[in-house]
């Protein structure tokens, strides 16, 4: 395997996040670096199929490291979806003499990279490129950290606020299906309360709690809420629940939205873009395939699509005790 | 007046804004050089009615000129704005011995103190604090900077993202009925569109302008709306009607909110905030009252109460065609 | 004059500052706009000499508003101060039959256009660009907003780990001969003295101001100094001094350096920068020559290249007395 | 042991880094918890020599978690080293009835509370609290993280200005006699070359190794030095050599400094400070004593003074061959 490739590709694909483009800019530095060829795809897999590649050297990817978003787009292709459009992208792919691509991107990326080996036998990596972490076989996806630092600095300027006046704030994070960015921002923010989908507080313990936090001198509340928190249909109805059975607060909501997916990514996003890079590549070169890489115990290591795919990302059940005991 | 003048008091009134503190801050010393005792007065009018004072020294503001929110608190008061709660807040400040006071906040602080000068013959002044930038008689509010700055990068983080993929945003901000922070951060983050009250481009000529965006090759755009806007009747009917008559980008929608209000002041704030509490102090002890201090022309300058209520605060209409040409 | 001009040139010389580029963005579209083309120019006058054109559209300069630097890179050019030298970059100019040209940089930028216009009477335009604020005929030069944030952030930072120990810290920040971003900083960020060029406080007033400031219970201090400043030889020889003759506190130096110049630029340069591009080059279309695009009383205004290189840029005397205020 | 405890002091020691006042918070929120009382010392162990105690609740410490420095200040006590120095602090602390304390801080403060522990058999635990990383039994200290997101900061500013120009930057970061910051940073911010005291790179291949970048068409470089690194006598002498050696570049020095040790703390180092604080005080509680609280392989770790003090904290060598790949 090891002299048979000598094209790699390289695209992004699904939610864009934080460190794609240090991955971007690492995948093609270490194709240079080991004689490889390595091409851009755009638009993810749809890019494939359409065969939107460019051919890109060390300086293609100068000056992007510290840049959110992704150079080469990102789009969700129903076509690829399709045996029709994998058969296209694999032609295509073909045509450009390209041996293996490396995906970055979240589990319905992996899934697709994975059909895809079964089909055409092609060497695929992955690199988890997702602000959420709900991926299993990595502590951290890209992003994820800076994440966590974006909505933290937005909840600390909501506390300046919370603060001044006599306010309960409900602010609605990221994270899909899992909370781990409300969990984190929670403790790290000092939130009085953190509604995350691994666990049902219900509607009367919140409301007991939100009154002993009042109870016990504390002028204002912040109160995180994970996107897939089941406690009210959404957030505007949480509010409005608890409007109706406290009148001790003015209640505020704020939903942080996109901006939680873009900004220039942190130190440890763009180190682990670096390293995860390299070992994509270098994983590739020693005949591996059908891989992600991640990151566990501080080492790069990698997992099978399949338990990638299949796996659970799982929240640390000790940080909500953390959490219960920081805000008596 | 000069000898008169003994204790001030100071307080912050109506929504918070970063350089409050900072004028807070600023009122204080002045008074400490003058040989003036300094009261804070918490939660406003409110606190005023229920003689919530502190005697402040120089050090009790130390370390606070970069703290976004108001130690003081603030808050809204109905009973101030009855002739009953006023009265009480005159003898409380009588009570306490102090001969005047400057407020902190927007038009309807600077109303109350106006009504409240008028009825008791008190000395007042007030210090503009509010992002919106919506008084008459400065050129900057407290608070104002900063939140163009931070509205600024959090636009650039929602562009990252809008950028890798195919997507259009509409970007709720605030500024109440002024469109100052929209034309603003719209101009500073290159937005396609500005939607402000000030301006009623229709819905058609909205449609229009994307089109011809779409068209000259930009892959995502973001419109900014002034939450005052009244082209929809609020920007997610924004939302549903561009995507009934557009299919050519997928549309979100981000309402920035309270972040905006919060956050370490930016260097021009604290600045302004210094300057102006000495203002006010200063323009107290030669016997000036019932003005709100102000920025004019890089100089500070006073402005009577019932002008600065009555008066409008205009947008830069050069900024307008700034921005038309910008977008071509 | 006004038919006469089809190809403005821009480029950027000396200094770089956060700006440039949303100025650069400025010039490109608002020639695009007005049926004009635009080329730019890399590596300032040098470039020019050697014919560094590259032709831009509204395209070429998408993704740049928020950059700091400057995409056309900047140099100082030996060879353009030589009569020699300018005439191969008129020839250049002619060559590629370029009618005009726009300059972002400082004093000495606008000094060679100015020679330039005079000996091939070639219409050219200014716009300030530089984190120092020293240049005659704006109160804001692009970049110096950015900077003052960028140093008061920077500051903050430093005051956290000064009021943790018993420290005082001489913050050396640039400026070159003048002391506006030493000035206001030190306001912003609460300095207990701030030494600048135009006022000579001498070092027996500093030792006095420190023990006072020492004695009324400050348990750290910040000192702000200009680069221009001589009231020690340099900022560590000032340390020296100060250790020799206090022992109450343990000193220590931060030479902030080249940070200063750097960064995604604040709203308010972006706004300005998009405005003073859009006035130079309409300036040019009216016949205008050899202004500087300046920032008067909030709108936009012209000066003579001639008074701008001559005339001096003065600081806020106010600010001085505001400081003294406010370190009571 | 378990009910022997029933007073806790806390106490920040050597130099201060973001995440103290977020762990100072923990501490005091898990001793009221548990029903315990909590003591502050100021001032480190000099505070402790003398007394310096407050006792501090659950409302004591709000508002803190996202603060730089240590509200309880920090210092280097010589008289904590001598035999008689500590028997006071044993008295001051018997006194005030405090049967355990917990020191946040670095390798000395350990040490100090080692030999008092040895000496009075009093109940102690540390957390890791340094920018520098360079404590055995954590893979992260407190403040590093946060450290590594302020440098990189400082470094992308640093780069946009070296860009415009043809510059060559020596970056000095901190991190005593470990490369952990010099390293990451360098890979995180795309540095050129890396120089840390864990690899003797040499003068010869320093030189040689900015050749090649110069020649691969790089027209900037950032060469990041660990202030531990002894490849010259120190950076700016590195500066005269590269300068005497290399005439490609215009070589300048930038020490970043003291900031490097302020702002507010990440989200990861607020989330691993509240873990820390928490495990602290319930180890006390189980009976542990001499031990230093860590971070291995995600979750808290218990390492013996002994060895935190003896160990050696290693660099990650995958690092550096990740910086070799991407500097190609």
Known sequence: MLNTIKKVAVLTSGGDSPGMNAAIRSVVRTCVFHGLECYGVYRGYQGMIEGDFEKMDARSVK?????????????????????????????????????????????????????????????????????????FGTTHTLGYDTALNTVVEAIDKIRDTASSHNRLFFVEVMGRDVGHIALNVGVGAGAEEILIPEEDLGLDRLLESLRRSKQSGKSSSIVVVAEGDKIGK???????????????????????????????????????????????????????????VGLKNDAMDLTPFDQAVKGKSKINMELLRVSDIMTI
Request: hydrophobic share 35%; proline share 2%; net charge negative.
């Open 63 to 135: 000056g992007i490291i510290n840049k959110g978003g992704t150079v080469l787009k990102s789009a969700r292709s129903q076509e690829f979806r399709t045996k029709e459009g994998r058969q296209k992208a694999y032609d295509a792919l073909k045509k450009a003499e390209i041996d293996a691509f490396v995906v970055i991107g979240g589990d319905g990326s992996f899934t697709g990279a994975m059909i895809f080996n079964q089909e055409f036998n092609f060497p695929v990596m992955g690199i988890p490129g997702t602000i959420d972490n709900d991926i």
């Open 234 to 292: 959404n957030v505007f109805e949480l509010k409005d629940y608890v409007e109706e059975h406290m009148e001790e607060y003015e209640v505020r909501v704020s939903v942080l939205g996109h901006m939680q997916r873009g900004g220039s990514p942190s130190c440890f996003d763009r180190v682990l873009a670096s390293r995860m890079g390299v070992k994509a590549v270098e994983s590739l070169l020693t005949g591996k395939s059908n891989y992600m």
